[in-house]
């Protein structure tokens, strides 16, 4: 089968289409033909060699993929030949075929065009998941940073769907627009005082929940960002991972800081999250609540253009790779 593959770590241009063997599936697991790939942050990282593969997983990358089965391995019930699918990934994606733990395959939703549900099932587990786990209610104030990247869209859109007042950072005047089309009340350049102007707008009391990409460089400000009882939890990383947390402030609001990665849970974990995706959002994408994000298409073998657009702060929404 082709994959998209590297030699050596470096720049996008290390990505080249190749032959490799196409995998079999094992017993419990499902082989799909890939239609289309979701292009994640975490791949341009993994491409760099700053983001290992968890022990066990495919070197190919790529997180999620849409396609068909192909076949199924010993115990796998529910799965037949030709079945369309969305899988989330530990890696593997990038190729015309990905051996899958059935658990993490599920049908995509339906309405939503195949080569977009590639996109999907990354995101929705990453924000549901995280969501829950700081327990998000209703009434509640949201806080996302990077509200039009793939993460943010989605965010946006479920919290609003929950009942949050949700407020989203962003880098430009056209980026802010779009996160308030998608629902949020407010959103706040990233370049200047965003955490003034969430102060403002939640008459001091700031967000009871923040979901950030930055890492290290908003700890600080998220900190100070949170209302009393509040929670953050780091899912990013982009603006490093050392920071110091001034814990008399943690202490006094009674806050919380959580960081979680989906990539290394265990197999059951992922399972039952696309369990919970399937349950909580693919009733919303089928009756139009979320509308999946804006994309930009590529073919595989312009995998290096498609990572070129991701790193350039000019995508919005997902970028997907398609084996059409
Ligand atoms: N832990 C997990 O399980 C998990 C799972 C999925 C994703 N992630 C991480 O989540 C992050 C976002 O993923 P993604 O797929 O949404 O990536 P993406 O589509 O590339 O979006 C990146 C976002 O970061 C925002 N950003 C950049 N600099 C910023 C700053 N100084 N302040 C606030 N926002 C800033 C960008 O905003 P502008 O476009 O406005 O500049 C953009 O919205 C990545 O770091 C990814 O690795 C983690």
Redesign the pocket.
């Known amino acids: 089968m082709q994959a998209v593959t590297f030699d050596s770590f470096g720049g996008p241009e290390v990505l080249r289409l190749a032959e490799v063997p196409t995998p079999e599936p094992g017993p419990d697991e499902v082989l799909i033909r890939v239609l289309a790939s979701g292009v994640?942050?975490?791949d341009l990282?993994q491409r760099q060699g700053h983001y290992p593969p968890p022990r066990g997983a495919s070197a190919i990358l790529g997180l999620e993929v849409s396609g068909v089965v192909d076949s199924v391995g010993d115990g796998v019930r529910g799965w037949q030949s030709g079945d369309e699918c969305v899988a989330l990934l530990s890696g593997g994606g990038y190729a015309e075929y990905v051996a899958v733990p059935a658990g993490q395959v599920v049908q995509p939703p339906r309405g939503t065009d195949l080569v977009t549900a590639s996109g999907l099932i990354?995101?929705a587990a990453?924000v549901t998941s995280n969501l829950s786990l700081v327990g998000l209610r209703a009434g509640e104030t949201f806080l996302v940073?990077?509200?039009?990247?793939?993460?943010?869209t989605f965010a946006i859109q479920y919290a609003s769907g929950l009942g949050a007042r949700v407020f989203a950072?962003?880098?430009?005047p056209r980026?802010l627009e779009l996160c308030r089309d998608l629902g949020a009340a407010d959103a706040f350049d990233?370049h200047g005082n965003w955490l003034a102007a969430l102060r403002e707008a939640t008459d001091g009391r700031g967000a009871d929940v923040i979901l950030d990409?930055?890492g290290a460089?908003?700890l600080a400000s998220n900190l100070d960002a949170l209302a009393l009882d509040g929670r953050l939890v780091v899912?990013?990383?982009?603006?490093g991972r050392s920071g110091t947390l001034d814990l008399a402030k943690l202490l006094a609001k009674r806050a919380s800081v959580t960081a979680?990665?989906?990539?290394g849970r265990p197999v059951e974990q992922k399972a039952a999250i696309c369990a919970e995706v399937v349950q909580l959002v693919w009733p919303l994408i089928e009756s139009g609540r979320i509308k999946p994000a804006t994309e930009t298409r590529y073919g595989a073998a312009d995998a290096a253009e498609a990572h070129r657009h991701?790193a350039s702060?000019e995508?919005v929404g997902k970028v997907i790779l398609t084996w059409t």
């Open positions: 994640n942050r975490a990282l990354e995101v990453t940073h990077g509200g039009t990247g793939g993460i943010g950072t962003a880098g430009t980026k990233y990409v930055m460089a908003y899912i990013g990383l982009q603006g979680t990665g989906l990539r991701l702060g995508a």
